[in-house]
C-alpha cells in the first residue's frame, strides 16, 4: 500500500539558511499533519491542515510556516534557521478531520551546522 | 484529552508474549485508546486503537479494562524487530497526537 512521502529524506543547511521540507500523504487523505523531534525527545505536534486550510497549530516557531496545496501534498518551510532546529521532521496523514488514525511518513532529518 | 502513564522500559524475550500497561485513570467516555510504535528514528508507526471493547489486528491486541482506566498492549509472539518504543495515547477531540514518554521495548534474542 502507499505511504506518506517525504522529501528530503536528508538535509543539512547552515545557520540563518532556509530550508523547505516537502510531504505527499497517502492517496485520498485530506488531513496533513507536521511533527517536530529533538534528539532524544518525543514528537512534538507542529501543524496541521484540512482541506488546504490550517486546522491545529501547535509549538511552531514563527520562523516557520506551512501550507498544504491543492493536491494535498504540503510543504514546511523553515527560515532563520538555528542549531536548535536540528532534528527529525515528520509528516503525518489521514482521511478527514474527524478522529481519524494517523499514519507517518519516513522522516526528514536536518542538520543544522 | 487524558494523561497516560507507562514503565520506562521492559524486556521481553524472544518468541514470548510482551505485554506492555499503560495507566490512563482520567479517561473520559468518548476518549480512544491508540498504541503507536517508534523503532529507533523511523515515523511512528500505528499499531491499534480501541473505545472499550478489546481489540485485535494482525500486530497486537489491545485489552481495555471495564472500568477503562488502563489498558495492556499485548504483542503476542516478540521478535527482535518488535524492538522499539512504544506510545499510549488517549485522545478524542485532539487531532494532533500528543506523545509521552513511552515504553523502551527491548527483545531479547
Known amino acids: 500500500a502507499a505511504g506518506v512521502i517525504q522529501s528530503p529524506r536528508h538535509l543539512i543547511k547552515e545557520k540563518r539558511e532556509t530550508a523547505t521540507l516537502k510531504c505527499y500523504p497517502i492517496?485520498?487523505?485530506?488531513?496533513v499533519y507536521w511533527y517536530q523531534q529533538g534528539p532524544g525527545q518525543d514528537p512534538q505536534f507542529l501543524i496541521s491542515f484540512y482541506e488546504k486550510m490550517q486546522s491545529d497549530k501547535g509549538s511552531i516557531p514563527d520562523r516557520f510556516s506551512a501550507q498544504q496545496f491543492s493536491d494535498y501534498h504540503s510543504e514546511l518551510n523553515m527560515s532563520s534557521l538555528e542549531l536548535g532546529d536540528s532534528a527529525l521532521y515528520f509528516c503525518?496523514?489521514?482521511?478527514?478531520?474527524?478522529?481519524?488514525?494517523?499514519?507517518f511518513g519516513p522522516g526528514t532529518r536536518l542538520t543544522v551546522l | 484529552d487524558a494523561k497516560t502513564t507507562q514503565p520506562t522500559s521492559m524486556d521481553c524475550a524472544e518468541g514470548r508474549a510482551a505485554n506492555l500497561p499503560c495507566n490512563h485513570s482520567?479517561?473520559?467516555?468518548?476518549?480512544?485508546v491508540y498504541w503507536y510504535r517508534q523503532i529507533h528514528s523511523q515515523g511512528p508507526q500505528y499499531i491499534i486503537h480501541?473505545?472499550?471493547n478489546n481489540e485485535t489486528n494482525e500486530m497486537a491486541s489491545l485489552i481495555i479494562t471495564e472500568d477503562r482506566k488502563s489498558s495492556t498492549l499485548i504483542l503476542p509472539h516478540a521478535t527482535l524487530r518488535d524492538t522499539a518504543v512504544y506510545y499510549c495515547i488517549v485522545l478524542f477531540s485532539a487531532r494532533q497526537l500528543t506523545f509521552g514518554s513511552g515504553t523502551q521495548l527491548t527483545v531479547l534474542p
Open positions: 503525518a496523514s489521514s482521511f478527514g478531520l474527524a478522529l481519524d488514525t494517523q499514519y
Open positions: 480501541g473505545l472499550k
Open positions: 482520567t479517561i473520559s467516555g468518548n476518549e480512544y
Open positions: 492517496p485520498r487523505h485530506d488531513t
